[in-house]
């Protein structure tokens, strides 16, 4: 009689082989759904908080709509076209938590960004020994990011960076979505706006890298913000350039011509027009025809700072006196609690002297404290405040003028614009990135060319929750939690026993 045969044997490898292939398929089901969670067009996210803290608001998901319309058209072209490089090199407590919040605001943007099509708005991690070819890349085109940054947003040849301080609200709050949304219109702006730079009075040179007289570093910085920058001599022209978005006057050493005042008063009255004048002591600029049609004053006086906590360890003076009244000028200041620093400042102030005018608004902007004056006499050593001739504290250093709208006919949009501060070196390659100099400078330029756009965003605090319970509040509760779980060990347990038994 044959051997039974068994049939196991022929079944086992079958079975393995169906074990194999389910396996293969979990895995390959698993890889695919995630595969798909990672791309923004398969995402779904429903934000059911009640203040909507996950979600952008509607500021920033219409500033990304609007930004997409602009984006390359064209399948993958637009793929990558802002990229956020969140910069890791600070690896304390305080800077892991903000790049952490920072991160998730960020993921929303890459989200709505994918809404009708591939997102166009990319993240990348850099620094700490991290992804080194970008940071050089970006340091190459748009400058090294000091220890102070957390985050650059670039699109083309535009870079904005964002320091930590523009991240966080001196009370704790995290600002970032208004920072990331006020940075994505800057370097996704279609338009440059032309800058052009006064030349022939010894002005600091726009393109020259000399510490105390260049404005190399100024100059990058204004690319970066979308900025084209010419210059412009006056004495050779018949009016500033129709295309100017704003003149900028840097710390000229010989006056300017009463023709070229002309050509200036007509440019700020007539047509609207938008000027920085950035002016050093003990310098004849020539410049207060068109200052006196703005009710701005600048006498030929030099600060003096007596109080030694206005004072950095290199003996500059840091100004952070404001005015009380916030404006969007100082509003970066204000909430940095950052100090304006150079070495020598005249006054620039509201000229009580001028005639009223009812199109016409000026505000001062800072000032030196109650201790200073403003000295006359550039020459008289050892310098002692004189009453008689000197003008006391607090002095006002920056102010800017603005003249209301459709002052001209046929001349629609904002009026004209004026912004003169007493010193040019805040704007040097020395100084323009201690303190606040550089902010400032940059927030002028954006002020006076309208492209500061007033995003206003609550700040969102961290949410908090406390759960108070007493002791029996507690054992009620782990008992709750416990009841399923014993009664399934209990049921197994009975069937246990009863299968041995039977």
């Not at 320091?163 to 800057?186: D, M, N, P, Q």
């Not at 206005?310 to 100004?319: F, K, Q, S």
């Not at 060319?449 to 609550?458: E, G, H, K, M, V």
């Not at 054992?475 to 399923?484: E, Y």
């Amino acid at each position: 009689m044959a051997p039974l045969r068994d049939d196991f044997g022929s079944v086992r490898p079958i079975r393995r082989l169906n074990r194999l292939t389910q396996a293969l398929l979990a895995i390959a089901l698993a890889l695919v759904v995630n595969f798909l969670a990672s791309l923004p067009e398969f995402r779904l996210r429903q934000d059911i908080t009640s203040d909507r803290r996950h979600s952008l608001a509607p500021e920033s998901a219409e500033t990304v709509r609007a930004a997409g319309r602009r984006s390359p058209v064209g399948v993958g072209r637009n793929q990558g076209w802002v990229k956020a490089v969140l910069v890791t090199n600070d690896s304390s407590e305080p800077a892991q938590v903000v790049r952490s919040r920072l991160l998730k605001l960020l993921d929303s943007y890459v989200v709505e960004s994918g809404r009708g099509g591939p997102a166009w708005f990319a993240i990348e991690l850099a620094g700490a020994g991290r992804n080194a070819p970008l940071l050089s890349e970006l340091a190459a085109r748009h400058g090294a990011p000091d220890a102070s940054i957390a985050l650059i947003l670039s699109c083309g040849p535009r870079a904005k960076y964002i320091s930590y301080r523009e991240l966080v609200t001196k009370e704790g709050g995290f600002r970032g979505e208004e920072a990331v949304t006020a940075a994505l219109i800057e370097v996704t702006e279609d338009k440059a706006a032309i800058c052009y730079v006064t030349m022939g009075h010894g002005e600091l040179g726009i393109e020259d890298a000399l510490p105390e007289r260049g404005m190399s570093l100024l100059s990058r910085q204004l690319r970066n913000r979308n900025f084209e920058v010419r210059q412009l001599n006056l004495a050779t022209v018949a009016e500033v350039p129709r295309d100017a978005a704003m003149v900028l006057i840097a710390g000229p050493t010989t006056p300017f011509s009463a023709s070229e005042n002309a050509r200036l008063k007509n440019y700020l009255y007539e047509r609207n027009g938008r000027v920085l004048a950035m002016l050093d002591p003990g310098r004849e600029h020539g410049l207060e025809p068109t200052l006196a049609d703005w009710a701005i004053f600048s006498p030929d006086a030099e600060l003096q700072e007596p109080d030694p906590a206005r004072r950095t360890t290199d003996g500059d003076i840091a100004l952070i006196r404001l005015e009380e009244k916030e404006h969007p000028l100082t509003k970066v200041l204000k909430e940095q609690n950052l100090p304006l620093i150079a070495s020598r400042i005249r006054p620039a102030r509201f000229d009580e002297g001028s005639a009223p005018d009812s199109t016409l608004g000026v505000w001062q902007l800072v000032f030196s404290s109650d201790a200073a004056w403003g000295e006359t006499d550039l020459v008289r050593r050892p310098v002692r405040f004189d009453p008689d001739r000197d003008q006391a504290g607090p002095v006002c250093l920056a102010a800017a003028a603005e003249r209301a709208t459709g002052i001209r006919k046929g001349v629609g949009g904002m009026g004209g614009r004026l912004v003169v501060i007493g010193t040019s070196q805040i704007a040097a390659n020395q100084r323009l990135n201690r303190g606040g100099n550089r902010a400032f400078v940059t927030q002028c330029a954006a002020w006076l060319t309208d492209r500061d756009r007033a995003i206003s965003l609550p700040a969102r605090a961290e949410g908090e929750y406390q759960l108070n319970a007493t002791a029996s509040d507690f054992w009620a509760l782990a008992l709750r939690f416990s009841l399923i779980p014993l009664a399934i060990l209990a049921v197994g347990l009975a069937v246990s026993v009863w299968r041995r038994r039977s």
